[in-house]
């Protein structure tokens, strides 16, 4: 009976107009996370600029012409270096002694000409003392050093906060997008009286099972899409290798959406149930939607420290942990008994929100007319239902 409950969700709700259209919208986001992912590490080669030189720095237009890693710079003598900033013809003009900008510096552009002009500089005074062109590059030969960090930072960390935010988006909105399907799908059919036939021949806690299994599983079909698109953005990402966790962040992704689904599920459901009304569901769906928030504020403002106590803390709390533990485990080394510890408790929790919501929601089913407030509903959750003949 549940499966059959499940299979009339999928086919009334993935032909909606409201499913086809958050769908659209994904692939949209697919895209997005892709380009955004693929941009990040590597380049395609030195930036063009140009420079533009008068008065003594006539004589530089050799040396800054050699460009580097970075710059493929392109030199010319200026007569009117005004004219050529303004029209955008050169990116910086430099007389021997100053740099003339358009607008604000390129700091990139601003240090390439400061250390040619200074290695110039530098050569010169070595020949004046003596010194061969050998004798200088050994002079000035730099040091290899290399560089480690703690937090396994570096050029990877961009790669952390794309998938971080992503993975921590995804299950914000598409837990609140799923919930809000449950909850208007339950409230139209309580204001059509549709739910009536229903519970004539299923009892309300199958009910509740057989929409969370429908649901979801058109909402695993779109977490499907999005992990996707995150799959093949990280592949896309360019000499930079991404950190074994971060792979990681895909089956964590599923693992806590499901679980985040069925936890939430349930609530909205019992929010539905309490209203005849599409208007009063928006702001009866309030005590469901502030934990959710919560967990996405907290993760918006942890960026910079994504190991604080409130992050840390949040991941563990089943109201908050869809959001907060992918999103932590993307940013730092998240030991893999925390992660399980996490998801357990969530797992469990969903037992004990079954319990609740589904007695709040057997109990509102059947109201109509005003809304059931949230301490009615709390105080009555023992009772039944309207009795009628129903098939187990």
């Given at each position: 009976?549940?499966?059959?409950?499940?299979?009339?969700?999928?086919?009334?709700?993935?032909?909606?107009?409201?499913?086809?259209?958050?769908?659209?919208?994904?692939?949209?986001?697919?895209?997005?996370?892709?380009?955004?992912?693929?941009?990040?590490g590597g380049d395609d080669g030195p930036r063009e600029v140009a420079i533009g030189v008068e008065g003594q720095a006539v004589a530089l237009v050799e040396p800054l012409s050699a460009g580097n890693d970075d710059l493929a710079p392109t030199v010319r003598v200026v007569d009117n270096d005004t004219d050529e900033l303004e029209s955008g013809a050169i990116d910086v003009a430099f007389d021997g002694s100053t740099l003339t900008w358009a607008d604000a510096p390129d700091t990139t552009l601003d240090d390439y000409v400061r250390t040619t002009v200074q290695q110039l500089a530098f050569t010169e005074r070595a020949r004046s003392l003596g010194l061969d062109t050998q004798d200088v590059a050994n002079l000035f030969e730099p040091m290899e050093i290399d560089e480690v960090r703690l937090d396994g930072g570096g050029d990877e960390s961009g790669v952390r906060l794309a998938a971080a935010a992503t993975a921590g988006f995804a299950?914000?909105?598409?837990?609140?997008?799923?919930?809000?399907?449950?909850?208007?799908?339950?409230t139209e059919e309580k204001s059509s009286k549709v739910?009536?036939?229903?519970?004539s021949h299923v009892r309300p806690a199958t009910l509740l099972a057989g929409k969370v299994l429908g649901l979801g599983l058109l909402a695993l079909g779109q977490m499907l899409i999005f992990a996707t698109g995150l799959v093949v953005g990280l592949a896309l990402v360019r000499d930079i290798a991404v950190p074994a966790d971060v792979w990681g962040i895909i089956p964590l992704l599923f693992a806590t959406f499901v679980l985040g689904f069925g936890f939430?599920?349930?609530?909205?459901?019992?929010?539905?149930?309490?209203v005849s009304r599409?208007?009063?569901?928006?702001?009866?769906?309030?005590?469901?939607?502030?934990?959710?928030?919560?967990?996405?504020?907290?993760?918006?403002?942890s960026f910079a420290e994504p190991d604080n106590l409130a992050v840390t803390i949040g991941s563990f709390v089943p109201f908050t942990s869809p959001v907060l533990l992918p999103f932590r485990t993307a940013l730092t080394d998240v030991p893999a008994w925390q992660v399980v510890l996490s998801l357990a408790i969530l797992a469990s929790s969903i037992v004990v929100m079954l319990q609740l919501a589904g007695r709040i929601y057997r109990y509102s089913l059947l109201r109509t007319g005003s809304r059931?407030?949230?301490?009615?509903?709390?105080?009555?959750?023992?009772?039944?239902?309207?009795?009628?003949?129903r098939l187990d």
């Open positions: 009976m549940i499966w059959i409950i499940a299979r009339r969700e999928l086919a009334v709700r993935g032909r909606s107009k409201g499913f086809q259209i958050v769908t659209a919208l994904m692939f949209v986001a697919v895209l997005a996370v892709a380009v955004v992912m693929s941009l990040l299950n914000f909105i598409l837990i609140q997008v799923w919930g809000a399907f449950m909850m208007m799908g339950v739910i009536e036939v229903l519970l939430y599920a349930t609530a909205f459901a019992a929010v539905g149930s309490m599409q208007e009063d569901a928006q702001t009866a769906q309030l005590p469901a939607v502030l934990p959710l928030l919560v967990g996405y504020f907290i993760a918006a403002a059931v407030t949230w301490g009615e509903a709390w105080r009555n959750r023992n009772q039944e239902p309207l009795s009628s003949t």
